[in-house]
């Protein structure tokens, strides 16, 4: 019984861990354009299979910007955008385990298909906090979630959007058809 406890005492640190190695790995470099993924590491992403919900591209044209000095991330709402806080509001993604337990309400959702758990897939307006009503196991495939959109503050992990009591449906698994790049 101790030795099952302490594996998985060790497996719940280990993955948050690298939960929080992940909210906070986004690339810090000197220019805004930057931001972003190395471009072979986005190379590889785009090769994957992604979330194609018409919410990620009104996400993305919100603007992620960097400061040097505080070292941290600040992003600039479109008016469509700021229009969708506090309504109810659905989105489809892949799953980002924040927890080491086999059922949670607490993870993130992202547009790319999650490759390292030290690593985000993408960029800070590529990903949305998940709270759920019921807990719900991990999933591999895409995931539908309804809820009610909020707008966090959180600069320092570049954190901008949370699903609010949210139900969670999953669906058709991905299959994947191409060959990852060689990087």
């Not at 337990?101 to 690593?119: G, M, Y």
């Not at 999933?139 to 992990?157: Q, R, V, W």
């Amino acid at each position: 019984m101790f030795h099952t406890q302490l594996k998985s005492s060790t497996i719940r640190v280990a993955l948050l861990a690298a939960a929080l190695v992940l909210v906070s790995g986004f690339s810090v470099q000197k220019n805004a354009a930057a931001l972003s993924q190395p471009s072979d590491e986005r190379k590889a992403q785009d090769a994957l299979p992604q979330a194609n919900d018409p919410m990620w591209t009104a996400f993305s044209a919100c603007k992620v910007h960097y400061n040097d000095t505080k070292h941290t991330y600040s992003i600039t709402y479109t008016p469509e955008v700021k229009a969708m806080e506090g309504k109810p509001f659905t989105i489809s993604g892949f799953m980002l385990p924040l927890e080491a337990t086999e059922k949670f309400n607490h993870f993130l959702l992202s547009k790319r298909t999650p490759t390292c758990p030290f690593c985000p897939p993408g960029e800070p307006n590529e990903i949305i906090e998940v709270f759920t009503k019921k807990p719900l196991k991990y999933s591999e495939g895409i995931l539908t979630a309804t809820g009610t959109l909020k707008f966090t503050t959180n600069p320092d992990l570049g954190l901008f959007f949370q699903l609010k009591d949210s139900d969670v449906m999953e669906n058709k698994p991905v299959e994947i058809k191409h060959k990852l790049p060689v990087v």
